[in-house]
Nanobody, 123 residues
Framework: QVQLVESGGGLVQAGGSLRLSCAAS????????MGWFRQAPGKEREFVAV????????YYTNSVKGRFTISRDNAKNTVTLQMNSLKPEDTAVYYC????????????????WGQGTQVTVSS
């Protein structure tokens, strides 16, 4: 099993920045990809970004391209989401996710989840 713990959420004004971190523990050698998802009230959980744990290749949803950057530190078993130029529509609970053999957009395919961290962007 892999345990994931997020940190770094908070309240920020539109145009500001936040940095989310996710620390992985347990059987981290089994991780193939780590991703970030978000869920706004009344909406389905949506894909934000994913990174391949070994190659470092990344993939983003269109709405965050050029504003968000996902990165990983294999030595520290952490994945980070740097969020710049934040917009009110980015407001959501952000979840870190991991999987042993999947790196796509479908949140149902991910095996490991953090507890979530709230990001609120005021206008």
């Amino acid at each position: 099993q892999v345990q994931l713990v997020e940190s770094g959420g908070g309240l920020v004004q539109a145009g500001g920045s936040l940095r989310l971190s996710c620390a992985a523990s347990g059987r981290t050698f089994s991780i193939y990809a780590m991703g970030w998802f978000r869920q706004a009230p009344g909406k389905e959980r949506e894909f934000v970004a994913v990174i391949n744990w070994s190659s470092g290749s990344t993939y983003y949803t269109n709405s965050v391209k050029g504003r968000f950057t996902i990165s990983r530190d294999n030595a520290k078993n952490t994945v980070t989401l740097q969020m710049n130029s934040l917009k009110p529509e980015d407001t959501a609970v952000y979840y870190c996710a991991g999987d042993r053999d999947y790196s796509g957009r479908n949140y149902l395919e991910y095996d490991y989840w953090g507890q979530g961290t709230q990001v609120t962007v005021s206008s």
